[in-house]
T-cell receptor, first 114, second 114 residues
Framework: DGGITQSPKYLFRKEGQNVTLSCEQN?????MYWYRQDPGQGLRLIYY???????QKGDIAEGYSVSREKKESFPLTVTSAQKNPTAFYLC?????????????FGPGTRLTVT | AQSVTQLGSHVSVSEGALVLLRCNYS??????LFWYVQYPNQGLQLLLK??????LVKGINGFEAEFKKSETSFHLTKPSAHMRDAAEYFC????????????FGKGTRLHILP
């Protein structure tokens, strides 16, 4: 089955530690996205990538970093510079970048930092 | 820049009653519009999508939405609610080819009363 996988489902870290969230897709999609979801806030775009080895900042990129070395993989690192990292993180992909194309979402990773 | 407003962060309906979730958008060009559903601790799933073909769009699980340009609205409806419809629903908008991002609303949580 084609789809998007995110691991782990739940992640716990101590404050001051960097942590990397995994996102893999086998849909052969060119574009991939990372969103942060907080209660009552909807989805906010962190980073997106239209093609391998290229990515752009979204609305709330500060304290996060990404890489896109392979078409199927788009890992997100939450750095210690992110002031409030506890949230639900969603990865998505679409055939190509562009608002005409729907995005397909992974199951999400819930990160808790204490 | 486009934006989307969902009226009501929580909506409660009785099982078997009509479901109506409201969404208004702002866009300077003909928009592309989406409704997604999210079940607890899961990713988002596309319900339906408007791309200027037909103003009444039918989606999965018995949902449909009507695009009304004069009212800048794209409300989601279902004639008869089921308990399994309890979830959070997100309206989203894009400018299509002018922008490579989709803007999500803050979501409406639908509660189904027995």
């Amino acid at each position: 089955d084609g789809g998007i996988t995110q691991s782990p489902k739940y992640l716990f870290r101590k404050e001051g530690q960097n942590v990397t969230l995994s996102c893999e897709q086998n849909l052969n999609h060119d574009a991939m996205y990372w969103y942060r979801q907080d209660p009552g806030q909807g989805l906010r775009l962190i980073y997106y990538s239209q093609i391998v080895n290229d990515f752009q900042k979204g609305d709330i990129a500060e304290g996060y970093s990404v890489s896109r070395e392979k078409k199927e993989s788009f890992p997100l690192t939450v750095t210690s510079a992110q002031k409030n990292p506890t949230a639900f993180y969603l990865c998505a992909s679409s055939i190509v970048a562009g608002g005409t194309y729907e995005q397909y979402f992974g199951p999400g990773t819930r990160l808790t930092v204490t | 820049a486009q934006s989307v407003t969902q009226l009501g962060s929580h909506v409660s309906v009785s099982e078997g009653a009509l479901v109506l979730l409201r969404c208004n958008y702002s866009s300077s060009v003909p928009p592309y519009l989406f409704w997604y559903v999210q079940y607890p601790n899961q990713g988002l799933q596309l319900l339906l999508k408007y791309t200027s073909a037909a103003t009444l769009v039918k989606g999965i699980n018995g949902f449909e939405a009507e695009f009304k340009k004069s009212e800048t609205s794209f409300h989601l409806t279902k004639p008869s609610a089921h308990m399994r419809d309890a979830a959070e629903y997100f309206c989203a908008v894009s400018d299509g080819e002018r922008d490579d991002k989709i803007i999500f609303g803050k979501g409406t949580r639908l509660h189904i009363l027995p």
